[in-house]
């Protein structure tokens, strides 16, 4: 077994598939002690923040369904989201998102990565960060764990989602995470059918500052960096294909005089719209 660690780590440009890398960090998963919350959803991991008055953050929102739950839940003056909306990502779905979320809400959504978002926010700054991005890569090997740890004031919430067999790397992380600070984790015993909500949450309370001098795991982190090379040398998934309903251009025209009825000032320019794609989708019939 050592000489198989030493190989693993000189080893450093080797192609490893994704099913080697999640046997590997399936055998690394410390062992600790970990509560399951029976009654909490994921969005109940906020449940001990008091008050109206916190700031939060979830990193790597997707289609904005759990920072919309946050933010219904009335918790929170301020609620950010940081996701980069490449790969598999897109521009329409951060545009879903903000609409989703509600543009008018509290709430910002900040299309970026979570290096650069980093520097943006001071320590001590956020009641609660939900870790919602990397999955693949166990949050980029507990990188994204150890670089957030200190924007949260202590006494907040620090959680996360996709603590499964089906994700050892985030295990990996989150255990060594947890163990490193020597507080007691829990995991959310209820999920969902919906994709973004079918894996248990995990989360604590942050209890007092931690310098980490070095990452969670050297291991974890090289792992979880070839995990992401994997990820980019796979051929990308094919695109989502959205739901869509044809009108014909009389139905169209009928929509458009029923907006202009409602909003006179701008009948000139949606009926304009309205003819438009009214006469391109006669010339294409």
């Not at 693993?8 to 994704?18: K, R």
């Not at 949260?152 to 620090?158: D, T």
Request: with cysteine; proline share 4%.
């Amino acid at each position: 077994m050592a000489c198989r660690m030493t190989d693993f780590g000189q080893a450093g440009h080797s192609i490893m598939s994704i099913q080697e890398i999640n046997r590997l960090a399936a055998e690394r998963v410390p062992d600790i002690s970990v509560r399951v919350e029976e009654d909490f959803h994921r969005h109940d991991v906020i449940r001990s923040l008091e008050g109206s008055d916190n700031i939060g953050i979830e990193l790597g929102v997707a289609g904005g369904v759990f920072s919309r739950r946050m933010v219904e839940s009335g918790k929170f003056k301020a609620f950010y989201g940081v996701d980069l909306y490449a790969d598999h990502h897109d521009t329409a779905e951060y545009v879903h998102a903000l609409k989703h979320v509600g543009i008018a809400e509290n709430y910002k959504l900040l299309r970026m990565s979570f290096d650069d978002a980093l520097a943006l926010f001071d320590d001590n700054y956020f009641d609660f960060v939900y870790f919602d991005g990397y999955a693949h890569t166990g949050e980029e090997g507990g990188k994204s764990f150890v670089d957030w740890y200190q924007k949260v004031k202590v006494g907040g919430v620090v959680a996360g989602d996709d603590y499964d067999d089906d994700w050892p790397l985030v295990k990996w992380a989150v255990n060594s995470f947890a163990n490193e600070l020597g507080v007691q984790l829990h995991v959310t015993g209820r999920t969902e059918t919906t994709n973004q909500s079918r894996y248990p949450s995990w989360f604590f309370t942050k209890e007092r500052e931690f310098d980490f001098k070095r990452p969670l795991s050297e291991e974890l982190l090289s792992l979880g960096q070839r995990a992401k090379e994997e990820r980019k040398r796979l051929p990308s998934p094919p695109p989502v294909q959205r739901s869509q309903i044809t009108l014909s251009p009389e139905q169209i025209l009928q929509i458009c005089d029923k907006l202009c009825a409602q909003d006179p000032s701008k009948a000139r320019e949606i009926m304009a719209i309205a003819k438009r794609h009214a006469k391109a989708l006669r010339r294409s019939a």
